[in-house]
C-alpha cells in the first residue's frame, strides 16, 4: 500500500522549504506557493513588464550557490509574509511584494552568494505559475525506496531535503516510479499525470543544514543506475486535497 509521507514547498525558489501536512492541488496549476518567487540575478531575462516563465539559468539557484541549501523557509499565506532562517544569518522575515523588504532580504542572503557568478537583484513572481524548473506547472514526487537506494550505493545517510521534492511516498519498490511515466495517480482527492524523470543537477550534492558539497550524489546515480534522474515531475489533471498518510493509488 503506497501512502504520502511527507509534503514540501519551496516559496521561493532556491531559498529554503517548508514542511506541510495538507495541501489543495488545483488542475492545471504546480503546488500552491510552491517556487511562487524566485531571486533574479543581474543577467536575467525575466521581464517585470511583461512577467512569464523563464529557465532557472535566469535566478539564483542552489546548483550555482550552493550555501543557499542551508535556508529554511515558512510562509503566511494570508499575509504574503516569509520567514527565512539560516544557522549563519538569523532569522529574516519579509513580504517578497514589498519592494524595501526585497531590499532587506536581498542585504540578508548576499553573504551567501558572495562567489555567485551573478549577484542578486530583485525577486520574480508569474501570476498563477510557480517558477519550477520544468517548462510546465509540475509537481515532483518521490520515493523512500529509491533515496534509500542511493544511500545504500553511497553507503552512508542522506537528507531527503536534498532532492527537494513537493510530494515524498512510502510503499513502493525502488525506483518504482520510473515505470509511471505517462500513466496517473490517484492521490487523496486528486489526480495526477507522471509526466518525465527529473535529471538531477549539483544542488543535491550539498548539505541542506551546512549548504556545503559533501557528497557526490551525481555519481552515485550514474555508477548505481547510468542515469543521472531522481523522483518523477507530475502535472495535476484534477485538483483536491491531499495529505500526509493519504493513499495513493496508480490508475
Not at 10 to 23: F, M, N, Q, Y
Not at 129 to 147: C, E, N, Q, V, Y
Request: net charge negative.
Amino acid at each position: 500500500m503506497i501512502r504520502v509521507s511527507a509534503l514540501w514547498r519551496h516559496p521561493i525558489k532556491s531559498h529554503g522549504r517548508e514542511a506541510l501536512d495538507t495541501v489543495t492541488l488545483v488542475t492545471g496549476q504546480t503546488m500552491p506557493w510552491d517556487r511562487h518567487w524566485a531571486v533574479t540575478h543581474e543577467r536575467t531575462k525575466f521581464d517585470p513588464a511583461d512577467p512569464a516563465w523563464v529557465g532557472c539559468r535566469n535566478f539564483v539557484i542552489g546548483s550555482s550557490t550552493p550555501a543557499l541549501a542551508g535556508i529554511w523557509a515558512q510562509l503566511d499565506e494570508e499575509t504574503r509574509t516569509v520567514t527565512l532562517r539560516h544557522q549563519d544569518l538569523g532569522t529574516l522575515e519579509f513580504r517578497p511584494d514589498d519592494p524595501a523588504d526585497v531590499e532587506r532580504f536581498l542585504d540578508w542572503q548576499r553573504p551567501l552568494c558572495a562567489d555567485a557568478s551573478f549577484q542578486p537583484t530583485g525577486i520574480a513572481h508569474v501570476p498563477a505559475r510557480g517558477m519550477t524548473d520544468s517548462k510546465f506547472p509540475s509537481l515532483s514526487i518521490m520515493t523512500r525506496a529509491s533515496h534509500k537506494a542511493v544511500e545504500d550505493e553511497l553507503g552512508l545517510p542522506l537528507e531527503p531535503e536534498r532532492w527537494r521534492g513537493n510530494i515524498w511516498l512510502d510503499g513502493t519498490a525502488p525506483w518504482e516510479e520510473c515505470a509511471w511515466i505517462g500513466r496517473d495517480l490517484r492521490i487523496g482527492d486528486a489526480v495526477l499525470h507522471i509526466e518525465e524523470p527529473i535529471k538531477r543537477c549539483k544542488h543535491t550534492m550539498v548539505n541542506p543544514q551546512t549548504g556545503v558539497r559533501d557528497v557526490d550524489t551525481l555519481a552515485a546515480l550514474r555508477d548505481g543506475w547510468d542515469h543521472q534522474n531522481f523522483g518523477v515531475y507530475a502535472t495535476v489533471t484534477q485538483g483536491g486535497q491531499i495529505s500526509v498518510d493519504s493513499l495513493v493509488e496508480v490508475i
